[in-house]
């Protein structure tokens, strides 16, 4: 069973679509927090509910962001986990404290990386003229969204797409890309090695693609 703290700054989707497969036996963890930046992030209702210790730590109580990102990253290792899953997580982590826990912590973001790190994804997807758009599961690095990446989803682009719908249509997607990605970290399927994403034990040449049964499948 691996142990998993979740840090969210919003209204707490991806934690929500983790939480409900953990309760359904479906992945082999056990979520022990929810730290958030945020005192009003709904995330933290989410978390409350469960029963799961829902933690904030406020950045303005803090000279800079690197003592910020110390106090909590000193939190979240009070519960020992084996992975930090940053699920809607919207601050940039200072380098150091990324480096202490190389290996042990992902993110999902928005957009088929490396294509548009950062945000806005969706917009910036519609702007190019893109055919298909998705999301990506990485490793964290102090490279802002630019951590090797474990699986992606992929969606086509419609005519008539918004922001708004893009992201509405991606967001399911992004729940199963979350859990199966997780799941196959912790059933030691996945891990991060000495040159990049490894699957099985063998290094991965391209990211594992989610397919319609919510399982990962090496492209080609």
């Known amino acids: 069973m691996l142990d998993v703290v979740v840090l969210a700054s919003g209204r707490g989707s991806n934690f929500a679509a983790l939480l409900d497969a953990q309760q359904s036996a479906e992945l082999p963890i056990r979520i022990r ?49 084996g992975l930090i899953v940053l699920a809607g997580y919207m601050r940039v982590i200072d380098a150091a404290v990324v480096n202490e826990w190389h290996g042990r912590m992902i993110n999902i973001h928005p957009s088929l990386l490396p294509k548009y790190p950062g945000l806005h994804t969706h917009a910036r997807a519609i702007e190019v003229g893109d055919g298909v758009h998705g999301a990506s599961v990485h490793f964290v690095t102090a490279q802002l969204d630019g951590g090797p990446v474990i699986a992606q989803a992929q969606i086509p682009v419609l005519d008539g797409d918004t922001p708004d719908t893009l992201a509405a249509r991606l967001l399911p997607l992004e729940h199963r890309l979350l859990a199966a990605s997780v799941d196959a970290i912790a059933r030691h399927r996945i891990a991060l090695g000495n040159h990049g994403v490894e699957c099985d034990g063998k290094p991965l040449v391209a990211p594992l693609c989610l397919q319609a049964d919510g399982g990962l499948r090496a492209v080609g």
């Open 33 to 81: 927090a929810l730290l958030s930046d945020k005192s009003a992030a709904p995330a933290l209702d989410i978390a409350r509910a469960a029963g799961i210790d829902a933690i904030v730590l406020a950045p303005r109580d803090f000279a800079d962001r690197a003592a910020f990102d110390r106090a909590l990253f000193a939190r979240a290792a009070q519960f020992h986990p």
